[in-house]
């Protein structure tokens, strides 16, 4: 194994522990149907994966990645920073379609994890995106920006 290895494996697993340290949430707007969420969230993941007008997301920007890549290694930096920029593009666009995010408990978590198809796991989450969360749900709100090796902050 070479040193590039190590230090893109050690790199990698520090992003996807920081990642995997947000509470799961789920997109939430009251008394909303099933085919106007799915189709809220095609459109929306569609979006956020071409940088597309109307997400008011923050478009991949392949030069932020590639000036780090000589450290790093281009690849998995470019991967990084397309993968966050895309996450952000979506959740704009879900909040700009009046959507709120509603962190799961840890037994609604455990319950959707369960469920065996793609059609319950549908249902299942048409049925909880429509309920009225109360004080659970909450706006979006813009990350803060941290500058590093990727991300310069304006």
Request: charged share 20%.
């Given at each position: 194994m070479n040193w590039r290895m190590v230090v893109s494996s050690a790199l990698a697993a520090v992003v996807l522990n920081g990642c995997a340290t947000r509470d799961p949430f789920v997109?939430?707007?009251?008394l909303v149907?099933?085919?106007?969420?799915l189709g809220d969230i095609d459109r929306c993941q569609a979006l956020a994966r071409t940088g597309?007008?109307?997400?008011?997301?923050?478009?991949y920007n392949p030069a932020l990645p590639s000036q780090a890549g000589a450290?790093?290694?281009a690849g998995i930096g470019q991967g990084i920073a397309q993968a966050q920029?895309?996450?952000?593009g979506y959740e704009r666009c879900m909040a700009d379609r009046g959507y709120l995010q509603t962190t799961l408990t840890a037994?609604?978590?455990t319950a959707y994890r369960a469920l065996k198809t793609e059609d319950e796991r549908k249902a299942w989450l048409a049925a909880f995106a429509a309920r009225d969360h109360g004080e659970?749900?909450?706006?979006?709100?813009e990350p803060e920006c941290r500058p590093n090796l990727l991300v310069a902050c304006n």
């Open positions: 997109h939430t707007r009251p149907s099933q085919s106007e969420l597309g007008a109307g997400a008011n997301g923050m478009p450290a790093l290694g920029a895309q996450q952000t037994d609604e978590l659970r749900s909450v706006r979006r709100t």
